[in-house]
Nanobody, 121 residues
Framework: VQLQASGGGLVQAGGSLRLSCAAS????????VGWFRQAPGKEREFVAA????????YYADSVKGRFTISRDNAKNTVNLQMNSLKPEDTAAYYC???????????????WGQGTLVTVSS
């Protein structure tokens, strides 16, 4: 499964962005999908994940209440709506697919390329 992340950009603090993760095949519904981010000089960290059906979602404490993950299996896409953005949200954001939801990046099998989010103060 090839994943394509998009939607990054430059936004002021307090603003919003919507990231999308599109799959090349109609098999994305077989996988839980997670979003991770990596800021310069820092380790990759878990942001959010959604179950295969979309019935369950999980968030890092740092984004809870500000970010919302959703999926449309008919369109093979997973979205990450990011509101109330902060400068500390600046990072490259990656989507990834796993057999079951997990917050551990090494358990994800397929990865998209990063999309850069920059939040200015």
């Amino acid at each position: 499964v090839q994943l394509q992340a998009s939607g990054g950009g430059l936004v002021q603090a307090g603003g919003s962005l919507r990231l999308s993760c599109a799959a090349s095949e109609r098999t994305l519904s077989r996988y839980a999908v997670g979003w991770f981010r990596q800021a310069p000089g820092k380790e990759r960290e878990f942001v959010a994940a959604i179950s295969r059906s979309g019935g369950s979602s999980y968030y890092a404490d740092s984004v809870k209440g500000r970010f919302t993950i959703s999926r449309d299996n008919a369109k093979n896409t997973v979205n990450l709506q990011m509101n109330s953005l902060k400068p500390e949200d600046t990072a490259a954001y990656y989507c990834a697919a796993a057999v079951g939801w997990t917050m551990y990046h090494d358990e994800y099998v397929y990865w998209g390329q990063g999309t850069l989010v920059t939040v200015s103060s």
